[in-house]
């Protein structure tokens, strides 16, 4: 079964982290191209970071804290979210993309930063 499913979010104080994970299972983990998306209160879903062949991009609202990175033997995409601020707050989403355009979603995970 074809499957992308995220944990690791949570409630944290701002300047706070969070380490998301996604885990890939019935697919070829390594071929496709990663990232994490959000989608905040009342906004449209937005690119947050994304590692493709080319190589690693960031959305610049979290350029010099999120840290984007994949290990393919586990099959497993992180997020590593420093210095979080209450704007941070959104569900986030893990998406993998096929190099023929298959596209994949996981359910998402909730990311609360408030005190």
């Known amino acids: 079964q074809v499957q992308l499913v995220e944990s690791g979010g949570g409630l944290v104080q701002p300047g706070g982290s969070l380490r998301l994970s996604c885990a890939a299972s019935g697919i070829i983990f390594g071929i496709y191209d990663v990232g994490w998306y959000r989608q905040g209160p009342g906004k449209q879903r937005e690119l947050v970071a994304r590692i493709r062949s080319g190589g690693t991009n960031y959305a610049d609202s979290v350029k010099g804290r999120f840290s984007i990175s994949r290990d393919n033997a586990k099959n497993t995409l992180y997020l590593q979210m420093n210095s979080l601020k209450p704007e941070d707050t959104a569900v986030y989403y893990c998406?993998?993309?096929?190099?023929?355009?298959?596209?994949?979603w996981g359910q998402g995970t909730q990311v609360t930063v408030s005190s």
């Open positions: 998406n993998a993309v096929h190099p023929l355009g298959v596209n994949l």
